[in-house]
């Protein structure tokens, strides 16, 4: 077994080179490092900074989301909470945790830049996951994401890059992901109770079995409800931390923004190391620019693709800018030693545990059970879609399901090991997968930002002629691949 592990190891050491670091002889500048903010600013810039002009219009925006256009489709709310769901995991708790070991306090910074651009990125991305949407099997439902948007919006020459990022979605939510969100799960709940980790690696996934085999109305009903109760008691949680410890909020500032530019350390190489490990950790939580929320943004029934653009926006605002830099606060509000702490989740319930006492550790406890379950059946759905774009068979998704089950048990497995290298390898495993899915997609959204900037102006136009809720009619426009009779100008 460890010979296997160690094999694996090496392969997952190489993919990361690649899309991670090594480019160039430089360890830290990889394909994502290099393209992920030049791509979100870009698409800010031709927004014209969409994340900040429409901040407010966002917030309208998620207030009408509660509404469905017909009682059997998908709302935007239960859309913006599915792709919540997977969103808020556990990147807001252990993974904050992780990035500011390895990279230092200075990584959360990073981590905010990533959301502030990914904003835009996230609108991108879900407005076209809504153009290039096709009706479902069920009545009122829609399937789309970037596999539909590649092959459509490209045409069929690009047909391997759909296929290619159908396949690493796959990998990386439907089996590492899990993994990772199994792990912290079992991890956490074994740190708070003492129960057996491989105990909790089963109950979860026959928790998660039940749900998810019930398909997208019972995960969105389920997030819809969970996942905005447990945000706002884990930001109140930190909150009152906060105000604990006020007085120490200009060092916690200092220690982040010295250490973002590397001016507390030596070398491009520390400086790299926070940089990669900000970016690395805020995309793995945010998920803006992989291609994994417009899987669940297509389903929304709405007027415009740019409802959801808005709404997805929103759920990248809610998960880094609020949910990460609580567990930033947490963490380094604390007087828990931070250096060679692997273990993020017991970091994390370390520090809240010197704050507020003993029930803070239990606290994490539970706020990672949902976090993580809630990304796990959420998960479920994204890779499911992909799933079906390949190969459209009962038996892909007997195997597909089953292999869910194994990686959640497998992720379940590492913590009950106890291992560090095995524990390293987990996150690794998820770095990698996610590297090559989001490079695929953000060539994908580059080349393709095109339509999504005139579906924009589509939208503000109306606006501005005084349309409350503008309306979509694809026949207006000569955008190739859309579907006419999913766009034909009302509400459907």
Not at 72 to 100: K, L
Not at 111 to 133: C, D, P, R, Y
Request: proline share 2%; hydrophobic share 55%.
């Amino acid at each position: 077994m460890q010979g296997f592990l160690d094999t694996l190891a090496s392969f997952v050491g190489w993919g990361n080179s690649i899309t991670w670091g090594g480019l160039g002889g430089i360890w830290w500048l990889g394909i994502l490092i290099a393209g992920l903010l030049p791509a979100g600013l870009y698409f800010s810039w031709h927004s014209r900074f969409i994340q900040f002009r429409h901040f407010g219009h966002m917030l309208t925006v998620m207030k009408r989301s509660f509404h469905k256009e017909h009682e059997d489709s998908v709302s935007s709310f239960e859309a913006f909470a599915t792709s919540a769901a997977a969103r808020v995991g556990t990147g807001n708790i252990a993974g904050v945790a992780v990035a500011i070991t390895a990279g230092g306090p200075g990584a959360v910074f990073w981590m905010w830049i990533v959301a502030w651009v990914g904003m835009t990125t996230s609108f991108v991305e879900n407005t076209l996951a809504q153009t290039f949407k096709e009706r479902g099997e069920e009545h009122g439902t829609f399937r789309g994401g970037p596999a539909y948007y590649i092959e459509k919006g490209l045409g069929h020459k690009w047909k391997w890059l759909s296929v290619l990022f159908s396949i690493f979605l796959v990998i990386c939510f439907g089996f590492f992901f899990n993994a990772v969100q199994a792990n912290a799960m079992a991890s956490a709940i074994h740190g708070a109770w003492g129960v057996n980790p491989l105990l909790v690696g089963v109950l979860v996934a026959v928790l998660a079995a039940i749900i998810v085999f019930g398909g997208i109305h019972s995960i969105g009903r389920f997030a819809g409800i969970v996942v905005p109760f447990m945000a706002l008691a884990y930001i109140a949680v930190a909150i009152f931390v906060i105000l604990l410890r006020v007085d120490e909020l200009p060092r916690v500032f200092g220690l982040i923004f010295g250490n973002a530019f590397g001016f507390e350390e030596m070398g491009a190489g520390a400086f790299g190391s926070v940089v990669a490990n900000g970016i690395k950790r805020g995309l793995f939580s945010n998920e803006a620019g992989m291609g994994s929320s417009p899987n669940v943004g297509a389903v929304a029934d709405v007027k415009h693709p740019a409802i959801q653009g808005y709404v997805q926006m929103a759920s990248v605002f809610l998960d880094t800018i609020l949910i990460c830099s609580a567990t930033a606060a947490i963490i380094l509000l604390a007087d828990v030693h931070m250096v060679g702490n692997v273990e993020g989740v017991t970091l994390t319930q370390d520090a809240l545990a010197s704050e507020v006492g003993s029930w803070g550790g239990s606290f994490v406890a539970i706020a990672l059970l949902f976090f993580a379950f809630t990304s796990i059946i959420a998960n479920y759905y994204y890779a499911e879609t992909n799933i079906f774009f390949l190969w459209h068979t009962r038996l892909s998704i007997f195997c597909y399901r089953a292999l869910y089950i194994v990686f959640i048990l497998f992720g379940a497995w590492v913590a009950y090991s106890g291992k560090s290298e095995n524990f390293a390898l987990l996150w690794n495993m998820a770095d990698m997968s996610m590297g090559f899915m989001a490079s695929a997609n953000l060539l994908a959204i580059l080349l393709l930002s095109g339509v999504a900037f005139k579906v924009l102006g589509d939208y503000e136009a109306q606006r501005d002629q005084g349309i409350a809720e503008p309306v979509f009619d694809a026949r207006k426009y000569a955008i190739k691949g859309v579907e006419h009779d999913v766009w034909d100008g009302n509400t459907r």
